[in-house]
């Protein structure tokens, strides 16, 4: 069973640049969601993918989008970088959204940083 | 804003003790969850308790989940230095529209085991 990976593991950026996170769920897994977690706090919800369609957002702005594809895999994009978006982002898959009680599989995260 | 709030934010045992960490919440959930973090690395989901239990165990781990109180407990038995890590609580609930498919974590607790 693979488990979930994300690419790149390390990243650094300039600020107003943009940026593509990739993430490959666990197989099985037909459910991704993106956190960002700042350092020292709790990862914060970004949004969540089932079927290719975002379908549940947190408050974070447009300029974060994201795509599922057929196989599952999953794209985070950030445009117009801000020195606040330096952080981990995490995927996660789930073999179905999380309100059917399905626990979260996390990749290792992709550390941005924006100077 | 942070739905669950960790309780202490950090604690140093020695191994053998067991250590507690709380978690309180604000709204309805539909089931909470524990994960635990290695200095920035994934998550790693522990043990999820649905809202209509009151009590779960796997292996070392104990969770208590009181919904009149707002409140979830986990307890780790017998700890060792390779229980060093972040503690995350996360809350689904299943509101529908955009809250649908996402988990609120609290700041986490930092758990020290002394060898």
């Known amino acids: 069973e693979t488990g979930v990976t994300q690419s790149p593991t390390h990243l650094i950026k300039t600020r107003g640049q943009q940026v593509t996170l990739r993430c490959s769920s666990q197989?099985?897994?037909?459910?991704v969601s993106w956190y960002q977690q700042a350092l020292g706090q709790g990862p914060q919800f970004i949004f969540q993918?089932?079927?290719?369609?975002?379908?549940g957002r947190g408050n974070f702005p447009p300029r974060f989008s994201g795509l599922q594809f057929p196989n599952y895999s999953s794209e985070l994009n950030v445009n117009a970088l801000e020195l606040d978006d330096s952080a981990l982002y995490l995927c996660?898959?789930?073999?179905?959204?999380?309100?059917?009680?399905?626990?979260?599989?996390f990749g290792n995260g992709t550390r941005l940083t924006v100077t | 804003s942070q739905q669950g709030e960790e309780d202490p934010q950090a604690l140093s045992i020695q191994e053998g003790e067991n250590a507690t960490m709380n978690c309180s919440y604000k709204?309805?959930?539909?089931?909470l969850q524990w994960y635990r973090q290695n200095s920035g690395r994934g998550l790693v989901h522990l043990i999820l308790?649905?809202?209509?239990?009151r009590e779960k165990h796997s292996g070392r781990l104990r969770v208590t989940l009181d919904t009149s109180k707002k409140s979830s407990s986990l307890l780790i038995t017998a700890s060792r230095a390779a229980d060093t890590a972040s503690y995350f609580c996360?809350?689904?609930?299943?509101?529908?529209?955009?809250?649908?498919?996402?988990?609120?974590f609290g700041q986490g607790t930092i758990l020290t085991v002394h060898p």
């Open positions: 993918y089932y079927r290719e369609e975002e379908n």
């Open positions: 996360a809350t689904g609930i299943n509101a529908g529209g955009t809250s649908y498919g996402k988990l609120t």
């Open positions: 996660a898959s789930s073999p179905t959204p999380q309100g059917l009680h399905s626990p979260l599989h």
């Open positions: 709204t309805s959930i539909n089931n």
């Open positions: 308790i649905r809202s209509n239990e």
């Open positions: 197989s099985g897994h037909n459910t």
